[in-house]
């Protein structure tokens, strides 16, 4: 008997990632390509559908199981991607019958955070518990609830944008075109803008960041730089790490998780960014919650996790 | 066949309530006095066993199905109240050990917002609803979220303290021991705090509040003066609106509910107080959410659904 494949899809603001799964939930093949520099939604959609053929016959596959897909506002009950704020093609996007037309396999979608909250579920850190929580922190801030062992998809299907509940009101602009939103203070960008703030606060600084234009800034160069030492990049992380414990604590008051999983570039800047995070989510967190949760880091590669949880959803439709 | 009775029991700051449910949900006797007034939790638990008693005689009651509690920090898991910061009781209270033992009948706990949810999904208007929200604002603020047609306990069973979300981070302090929490906003107790500072910011406002000392002011006060188009008292349930219909958009991204009930005394000011509440809601809602999420208040009794939710949890332990 022929193994069984299925392709799994995570729709960054960034980038595109599309892996090709086995049964056992290994990625044996991978490709990626820019969705920032796609503005048209069927030139995107040929070149996801271009991609996938292309894995396919070099991997000698004639058949797959299905197709899913983790993307930002994905809905799981439409089929659709929502007025994403970090993508260019707006309003809603048929994606399941789109990519569907083009290829002729099912095609399941979800948020991406929530596939990935999936994927740290079937084959994480997440195995056997009943009830997390997976943030995920990139080009936005994205989350996944997992209650009582299944994926909250909630009424509307678009439940878990942690990313863009108020965090400071009347704070930082968002894309979404609000204010405060958590995502503008700790995603990759927001990170980007603290730095850059607190840079504008300290003119004695002179540091390797000192030099650096605003839009050559990158959240991987500040880690870097915190890891090194070095005293703007520290403050960065430890500002983003306060915000980022304090939504977390937040978000404790509404599941009562066991974890709260996290993962994303960001986080790769290691303990400079989690023990700020660590520490402001113990300051922040309620009393009769101390002792019931914790917070961990994906068990899954970050390059992994979202392919592996889009193409896990494909067993739950 | 003689019907079958339970007990239901509302355990709030202020007072205690307790009704006696038949099968079809009603209430067919019920009696309260004050919790404010206990410090000794013995006596507290020989005034409820003495009281249930009592109903029960009076009523020619000998078997009862149970007792239902809904309790500030009421853990559905472990059956105790675990230091509650608006009871006067510290540490872990041991309910549903402490009544079984006086009354000899299975008791029950939940939070008393979980309770109130429960009530509303049961009896009204949550009713076929799969994901909705309550809020109650009483002495404190607390909530119940029902996904996908069950209650949430979470891991460590106090899932749902919404209350204690904060939603001004270093804002007022809360009687958690912690800062910004939306109950020290919108609370009754908030509320009058709210009205307090404003009428320090108006040296000019003499109307019907102007010469209230500070404890004599209750959010029932407030709200009859609003409603008697009283300046300061409007601008107290604008801002208290501001607040809570934030605090309400912020929810909806956890679990994307179909509909946020409202329940609770402050509710009773009406549209003084639900107008703003809703216009914020619509301008903090995220823009995918929009049209899939109304707010509504609880379709029962403010005085009857915690009692009803309680007696109710009973059916699904």
Not at 102 to 131: T, W
Not at 143 to 149: C, E, H, P, Q, T
Request: charged fraction near 20%; include cysteine.
């Amino acid at each position: 008997m022929k193994e069984q494949y299925s392709i799994g899809i995570d729709v960054g603001g960034t980038n595109t990632d599309i892996g090709l799964v086995n049964e056992k939930g290994t990625i044996v093949a991978r490709t990626n390509f820019s969705t920032a520099e796609h503005n048209d939604i069927n030139v995107y959609m040929d070149t996801i559908a271009e991609k996938v053929r292309s894995l396919l016959v070099n991997n000698n596959i004639t058949n797959i199981e299905g197709i899913g897909i983790g993307a930002p506002n994905g809905n799981y009950y439409t089929g659709c991607i929502d007025n994403a704020p970090n993508l260019h093609f707006g309003g809603n996007i048929k994606v399941k019958k789109l990519l569907e037309s083009r290829l002729g396999v099912p095609v399941v979608l979800s948020n991406d955070a929530n596939a990935a909250a999936y994927g740290e579920f079937i084959y994480g850190g997440g195995r056997g518990m009943k009830h997390f929580l997976m943030v995920t922190v990139g080009t936005g801030v994205g989350s996944g609830f997992v209650v009582d062992g299944k994926l909250i998809h909630g009424h509307g299907g678009a439940a878990g944008e942690l990313g863009h509940s108020i965090l400071i009101p009347d704070g930082r602009q968002c894309s979404c075109g609000r204010k405060g939103c958590l995502e503008a203070y700790t995603s990759a960008r927001g990170i980007c803008r603290t730095c850059w703030e607190l840079r504008n606060e300290m003119p004695e600084y002179n540091g390797v960041l000192a030099n650096v234009d605003k839009d050559e800034l990158t959240s991987q160069m500040i880690g870097e730089a915190a890891n090194n030492g070095d005293a703007l990049a520290l403050k960065t992380f430890e500002l983003t790490g306060h915000w980022l414990g304090l939504a977390c604590a937040n978000a404790v008051t509404f599941s009562s998780p066991e974890a709260i999983f996290l993962m994303g570039g960001p986080l790769k800047a290691g303990d400079v960014f989690v023990g700020p995070l660590k520490k402001s989510f113990d300051e922040h967190l309620l009393n009769i919650y101390k002792g019931t949760v914790e917070i961990r880091l994906s068990e899954l590669k970050a390059n992994d996790v979202a392919i592996l949880g889009a193409a896990a959803l494909l067993k739950n439709k």
